[in-house]
Structures are given as C-alpha cells and as structure tokens.
C-alpha cells in the first residue's frame, strides 16, 4: 500500500467512524395495546417470604384492587 493510500484510507477513518458511531440504531414497531388490554393489567408488590420459606406474600391489584 502506498504512503498516499494509507493516508487516505485514516482520513476517510477519521470522518467516517464518528459518523457511523452516531448512526440511531433501527427503530422497533411500538407495540399498540387496546384499552381493555390496558386495564386487564395487574401489579404484584411487596412480596416477602415465610419465616420456613415456603410461602410468599404479595399484594396484588389483579381483582382491581389491592388485596394481600
């Protein structure tokens, strides 16, 4: 390779890289919910287990509302 292709090549590197870093990457389809998928939704929080570990509780919102 010559010493004017060499330089070449790292100039066109140097422009290019950047711009390619910068690139957004390809865009995924947002997903579109119904409202009745929206509100058929439940949340589970606090769960903690039973001093011999085999129960959890939880609160759950899924008959809509909160309940242990």
């Not at 422009?15 to 990457?25: E, I, R, Y």
Request: hydrophobic letters at 50%.
């Amino acid at each position: 390779m010559s010493s004017w292709s060499l330089v070449f090549h790292s100039c066109a590197a140097l422009v290019l890289l950047p711009a390619l870093a910068l690139a957004a990457p390809a865009a995924r389809p947002v997903k579109q919910y119904t409202i009745e998928q929206l509100l058929e939704t439940s949340e589970v929080v606090g769960a903690s287990f039973s001093p011999d570990e085999k129960r959890v509780l939880f609160s759950s919102n899924g008959t809509g509302v909160f309940n242990v």
